[in-house]
């Protein structure tokens, strides 16, 4: 009796541990969709999906001459209870993931931080609204401190 007791705890538990998981994952869910914005007279498009109820899965594209150039892949996940950004650049770090931990998460704002990257250490998510998402990458590079702005457009 008092094993079957124990099973029932420790499945309740399972599941409810995967619920708050399934229900913190879907916290970000206004990232979903194409986002653009032109920076440096070039179109950059953002693209975030939730892949099942544990991942978002994102990249970067740069279109030049009608062309696309797929420039980063990026995931956002939830180990031990945090949210962590990962990035991966093609011809950066020799294609390793770089991995950013959440410092800030108030409202429409995300701010993952890796102090022990060369730059970017920061980097920002301003949710304004559901057609706009201001992004920026910022920290010290060579001891200059630098902000890059990207004000990205929702296309769908």
């Excluded at 007279?41 to 279109?63: F, H, Y």
């Excluded at 949210?83 to 950013?100: A, H, P, R, W, Y």
Aim: hydrophobic letters at 35%.
């Amino acid at each position: 009796m008092m094993t079957n007791i124990f099973r029932l705890v420790l499945f309740s538990s399972i599941l409810i541990s995967c619920s708050a998981k399934k229900d913190k994952i879907h916290e970000l869910q206004r990232l979903n969709g194409e986002w653009t914005t032109i920076f440096h007279g070039e179109t950059i498009s953002e693209k975030w999906e939730l892949q099942g109820d544990t991942m978002w899965v994102g990249n970067t594209s740069l279109l030049r001459d009608g062309q696309s150039f797929m420039t980063e892949e990026m995931n956002i996940q939830l180990k031990d209870g945090k949210f962590v950004f990962c990035t991966s650049i093609k011809d950066q770090n020799e294609g390793l993931e770089v991995k950013f931990t959440l410092k800030e998460h108030s409202g429409n704002r995300l701010v993952f931080e890796n102090l022990k990257h060369d730059f970017p250490q920061l980097i920002t998510y301003d949710l304004k609204n559901d057609k706009e998402l201001n992004a920026y990458i910022s920290g010290t590079n060579q001891g200059e401190k630098i902000r890059m702005d990207f004000n990205y457009k929702r296309v769908k």
